[in-house]
């Protein structure tokens, strides 16, 4: 069974991915279509239910296909059937390469899934998002003191309000005209 192929446009790969990353690294054994052995040792990262990128020994060209085992810990191996998308070389003398599943079974494909987006929490997105709530509470707590209970402080600010409003815009503009908004 087919997974759904995403489309063939000259956008760069990063705005192509249309489903979230799982970040790590599989054992991965990559064949040619004829079913012979290319790299049994090779690595899978950033492994998504359409694709994921591998690192191998083996120079592979675009447009191959080739088929592959994703070891995960204590299961049978997930295999399919994928297309080199792009090719890069490490500084080690390994090829990076993107590969675009295109056929896998309706059970693997399940598999797959199962074994990338388990239920539960994500912690990190929790301790980023209690850093920004923190960082808030600091800085409103500092405005409050600040403001209500330094009143030569809030003098100095008070005089000083056009110039930290024209640093404000000033940092602001510099950042729009180098691309960073």
């Known amino acids: 069974m087919s997974l759904e192929e995403e489309e063939d446009d000259d956008e760069e790969l990063p705005s192509r991915r249309s489903a979230a990353r799982f970040l790590t690294d599989l054992d991965l054994t990559l064949f040619d279509s004829s079913g012979r052995l290319i790299d049994a040792h090779a690595q ?15 120079n592979l060209a675009e447009g191959d296909v080739v088929r592959f085992s994703l070891d995960f810990e204590e299961e049978e191996p997930v295999t399919g059937q ?13 090829y990076n390469v993107g590969v675009k599943i295109t056929r896998i079974s309706w059970r693997d494909s399940r598999r797959l899934q199962s074994n990338l987006f388990k ?9 980023k998002k ?35 409003v024209a640093l404000f815009f000033f940092g602001w503009g510099l950042m729009m005209l180098l691309g960073k908004g």
Do not use: C
């Open 119 to 127: 239920p539960g929490y994500d912690f990190a997105s929790l301790a």
């Open 130 to 164: 209690a850093m920004r709530a923190l960082w808030w509470l600091v800085l409103i707590a500092g405005v409050d003191n600040i403001f209500f209970h330094q009143p030569a402080v809030r003098v100095i600010f008070l005089h000083l309000s056009p110039v930290l």
């Open 82 to 94: 994928a297309q080199v998308v792009w090719i890069g070389q490490n500084p080690w003398g390994w």
């Open 44 to 58: 899978a990262h950033d492994v998504s239910p359409k694709g994921f990128r591998a690192e191998t020994k083996t």
